[in-house]
């Protein structure tokens, strides 16, 4: 046993604080340890509890009694001074005298027995009082030292089964359970009184703050010295409870809000007033047509900011003991954990609005991964907002200025905060201070929703400023690289569209070639990105300029899809005879006869079948100015190409309900790409659009106007 070394005499607390602060970790678990007086051989002749230590030599091997009549130490048999009341106390005693340890723990731990099981108990206990003080006193270092420097000592073993079940590192995991649950005992207590007496223990809860901001440093060091998983939930627990604690202190002090007037009348028109958002969000959702055609995860339907961020606080880590983990900090919830059980019910998304700021504090800060403290902050603020919003700002804005102060919220992050609640209010009003706000906000971390709301809203340009203001123009998902390509459409850029979703498609390609990214696929992304396009165009009635951009092979196929498939729904539409100039123009006749083929069966039985004159007049008139335009196109080609064409015996190129899989490019080779005399039709088919709905075409202008 290694000697101590001892300060000059101060007051009693902060001699033992000094000395509890100085000592080698190594002691620490000595002077936890119980030792008896080994005055003699046969410890049954005395045996009494050692409560000093040697001056000398530092040794407990003594007790008060033996010490007046013995010369030498039992253990290293040096000389002992005279007057043996001098000999300093032991740490824990010295801790019991100065009052940093209960005097009741001493009665208790002097009363125990000598048999092992028993002396376990009370060294381990000893060692847990020594780790309270630490824990009580800002020494947590001295804890951490303990896990590094004596649990981890490989060369710091004993054959003593005591000693080395101190030596162990489950003796620090079990302390930081037990601590834990005595501190959710005092917890509860404060929090189930009323507002005026929490009010009283601030202190308290202060303290206990610092106490698992400590446990969370010892858990930690555990975590990295011994590089295990079965302290990763209480450690997430711990973490949540102080996330809790410091919310609940702000509430405190604000008496949660119980003297601030709240724009609702009660907690049922403010439920009224959220089902009305979201009414509102669905109706004014633009179509899923990422899910539609990828089957992804992703989905752009139109959902509230609220919504979003309260589901993301479903997810969180799962562990074996999950339950049980939960259950343990529900004690902590108002109401005897009904809100808990709310929450996984309807989930947290269902839970809003939040009955009162105490339920907004449990069911934001006891559940969710605590890494998304951030994002609760935020939905604390909406909260706030949502309460207030309407009311003079002079009656609340010092009460939320006050929350972003205590936890140092920027004013880029309590403006975000803002605007997202007012994009959700679908009110007028909201829109316009949300506009104004926006600039103030844009950043490369943008939530990208933002301009999906803007544009949900009808103010494109609105939406295309917030893209271009963060700097990124969206593309980190599929969802964003829709709203971007939708933005762009409705603004009117058609070509920065089509620019965008070539440029996107190609990095989506090489990130895929490099590992870097894995579902869904850059083959899915350009179908449903120009498609996205074609479909904007069909909406807007400016399909007639899509067949002017250059558009790739792999896009062709994506196009005639989606002109056919409209064409196929509604014959009556433009959308075929497009595709069938979107093909002349490119000099590819073959397909524009094949085109124009299916077209014609489709429309003979539209005919067929449809009882209004007018609209089979029109379809008829467009039937035919097709067909001329198509047969002098075809006149171009070698006869041998047209004979087979007309028998039937080419092969069908292009994308067809039935034959999805061919290539769009031609299989005979140049000669059907650049025709003989293809230049006669280059500076021909310059395509106009008629007031009456159909295409007029130079060649074929005065059999149109004669079947007129």
């Known amino acids: 046993m290694v000697g101590r070394k001892f300060a000059e005499p101060t007051a009693p607390r902060s001699q033992a604080l000094v000395q509890l602060a100085s000592i080698d970790p190594i002691e620490l678990r000595n002077e936890a340890k119980v030792e008896r007086c080994r005055a003699t051989r046969d410890l049954r002749s005395c045996g009494r509890c050692v409560q000093r230590v040697l001056i000398t030599c530092g040794h407990a091997a003594l007790c008060e009694e033996c010490s007046q009549r013995c010369d030498v130490c039992p253990i290293c048999r040096v000389s002992l001074p005279k007057g043996g009341n001098d000999f300093p106390l032991r740490l824990y005693y010295e801790c019991i005298e100065a009052g940093l340890i209960s005097k009741m723990c001493d009665d208790r731990l002097l009363d125990s027995k000598e048999d092992g099981g028993n002396q376990l108990v009370a060294d381990v206990e000893r060692l847990y009082s020594l780790f309270d003080v630490a824990l009580e006193n800002n020494l947590v270092s001295l804890i951490c030292h303990y896990v590094t420097d004596v649990c981890m000592d490989e060369s710091a073993v004993s054959s003593d089964p005591i000693i080395a079940f101190l030596l162990d590192e489950k003796v620090v995991k079990d302390w930081c359970r037990r601590t834990f649950k005595i501190i959710l005992a005092e917890l509860q207590a404060i929090y189930n009184l009323t507002v005026l007496e929490m009010k009283t223990k601030l202190s308290s809860l202060l303290k206990i703050s610092s106490k698992l901001a400590g446990m969370s440093n010892v858990l930690e060091v555990l975590e990295s010295s011994f590089r295990g998983h079965d302290m990763n939930h209480l450690q997430e627990t711990i973490l949540k409870t102080k996330q809790h604690l410091e919310v609940m202190m702000w509430c405190i002090r604000h008496q949660f809000l119980e003297n601030v007037q709240s724009r609702y009348s009660d907690f049922a028109s403010w439920s009224s007033s959220v089902r009305e958002r979201k009414s509102a969000a669905v109706q004014r959702a633009w179509p899923d047509s990422v899910s539609r055609i990828s089957e992804s995860a992703e989905q752009s339907t139109s959902s509230l900011f609220i919504e979003d961020a309260l589901s993301n606080l479903d997810t969180e880590q799962g562990y074996a003991d999950k339950e049980e983990r939960e259950l343990a900090i529900t004690s902590l919830l108002t109401g005897g954990g009904n809100l808990f059980f709310m929450s996984k019910l309807h989930g947290m998304a269902g839970c809003y609005p939040f009955e009162n700021l105490r339920s907004a504090a449990d069911l934001l ?299 769009v490019k031609s299989n005979f080779g140049a000669t059907v790409q650049d025709p003989i005399l293809g230049n006669l039709l280059f500076n021909a088919p310059k395509v106009q659009w008629e007031g009456n709905g159909v295409f007029a075409h130079p060649l074929v202008q005065k059999d149109f106007q004669s079947s007129i």
């Open 365 to 663: 800060f006891l559940q969710g991964n605590s890494d998304l403290v951030l994002a609760k902050q935020a939905i604390f603020l909406y909260y706030l907002f949502d309460r207030h919003w309407t009311i003079p700002r002079d009656n609340w804005r010092n009460i939320v200025d006050d929350f972003a102060v205590t936890f140092s919220i920027t004013r880029h992050a309590l403006l975000e905060s803002f605007v997202f609640y007012l994009l959700d209010d679908h009110t007028d009003e909201a829109l316009k201070e949300a506009t104004a706000l926006l600039p103030e906000i844009a950043s490369p971390n943008t939530h990208p929703k933002v301009a999906q709301a803007l544009l949900e809203r009808n103010i494109p340009d609105v939406a295309l400023m917030v893209l271009r203001w963060s700097g990124r123009d969206g593309g980190e998902t599929l969802v964003e690289a829709v709203t971007a390509v939708r933005v762009r459409v409705e603004c009117g850029l058609l070509t920065e569209a089509f620019m965008y979703q070539r440029t996107i498609c190609s990095q989506v390609k090489d990130k895929k070639s490099k590992d870097e990214m894995k579902e869904p696929s850059s083959s899915v992304w350009l179908e449903v990105l120009v498609t996205e396009i074609c479909y904007l165009c069909l909406r807007g009635n400016i399909l007639d300029r899509i067949i002017e951009l250059p558009w790739n092979s792999d896009e062709e196929k994506h196009i005639h899809k989606c002109l056919f498939d409209f064409a196929t729904s509604d014959p009556s539409s433009t959308a075929g005879s497009l595709l069938v100039v979107f093909y002349l123009q490119r000099y590819r006749y073959v397909e524009a006869y094949q085109v124009d083929c299916k077209l014609q069966n489709m429309e003979e039985d539209f005919i067929s079948k449809n009882q209004d004159d007018r609209i089979s007049y029109k379809v008829r008139s467009m039937s035919h100015w097709r067909k001329g335009l198509v047969g002098q196109s075809v006149d171009l080609l070698p006869d041998v190409l047209q004979q087979q064409l007309k028998s039937g015996n080419l092969p069908e190129v292009g994308v067809f309900p039935n034959n999805e899989n061919i290539n």
